[in-house]
């Protein structure tokens, strides 16, 4: 029985698309400043281009939009299933068996609407692992989507984007096996300081297939403890 429940885990599938962006209880729209996909697929190539803000073979459409964003605030990257779900269930928002961490980054560029995201920039704001049993991505799906994000207040302000990312590891035991769920969001920071600039690390180049957050098998022996991948959360 226990074989045969990890082999189902292992073969399933856990699509899920970050479509839109709520601040201060806003919601710009689906597609209005994100860079959605038409397919919900993940990516399990960690030295692809597509790892920054996804890409093929999951094309993503551009929009010219970029959303307002005060230092110091949380936004709200909002998750479903696929693009035409509008429904708040676990199962409108990902595949409720599939755990994992969430993550997010920012990265500084002169323009955000047209910034491919690849390369040298990112830095971690946000992360959620695995913490009383509980997995970051479940929080997420139990919440009706919503991946809630603090913006810094001492960054500098400027154009961002903002990549929003949930990993999911029901397939993870062998690389390629893990399925990262990542696109961009478009935004304007307003209100920071600069009073301190974050160090960097490049998408792709920030996760490796050999580390033990990407390739770790979550179902047996039972994990204790899960390193999350990436550097660590930057905080003023």
């Known amino acids: 029985m ?19 962006l709520e601040v201060d209880g806003v919601n710009a729209g ?29 094309p993503t459409t ?4 970029i959303i307002t964003v005060e230092a110091g605030s949380n936004v709200t990257a909002i998750w479903r299933y696929m693009l035409g779900t509008t429904g708040s269930a676990p199962n409108d928002v990902m595949d409720s068996t599939h755990k994992g961490p ?13 910034d491919s995201g690849v390369g040298n920039g990112w830095f971690k704001v946000q992360e959620d692992g695995l913490n009383g049993g509980t997995w970051g991505t479940e929080k997420v799906i139990n919440g009706a989507g919503r991946h809630e ?12 984007l903002l990549r929003a990312e949930m990993l999911a590891l029901h397939g993870a035991g062998n690389y390629p096996g893990a399925q ?21 690390v490049s998408f792709p180049g920030a996760y490796k297939g050999t580390d033990p957050g990407v390739k770790v098998n979550i179902y047996w ?3 204790e403890s899960y390193t999350i991948p990436g550097p660590e959360v930057f905080k003023c």
Request: proline content about 10%.
């Open 221 to 223: 022996p039972p994990l």
């Open 180 to 200: 990262f769920y990542t696109e961009c969001a478009q935004i304007n920071v307003v209100g920071g300081t600069g009073t301190k600039t974050p160090s960097t």
């Open 102 to 114: 969430t993550m997010a980054y920012l990265k500084k560029v002169s323009n955000a609407a047209t």
């Open 30 to 58: 689906t597609g209005k400043g994100v860079r959605v996909p038409s397919y919900n697929g993940p990516i399990e190539d960690v030295t692809s281009n597509s790892l920054a803000c996804n890409g093929p073979p999951n």
């Open 149 to 160: 994000i603090h913006i810094p207040e001492c960054i500098e302000p400027g154009q961002y």
């Open 62 to 65: 551009p929009t010219d939009h």
């Open 2 to 20: 226990q074989l045969s429940s990890l082999l189902f885990a292992g073969a399933a599938t856990a699509h899920t698309i970050f479509v839109s």
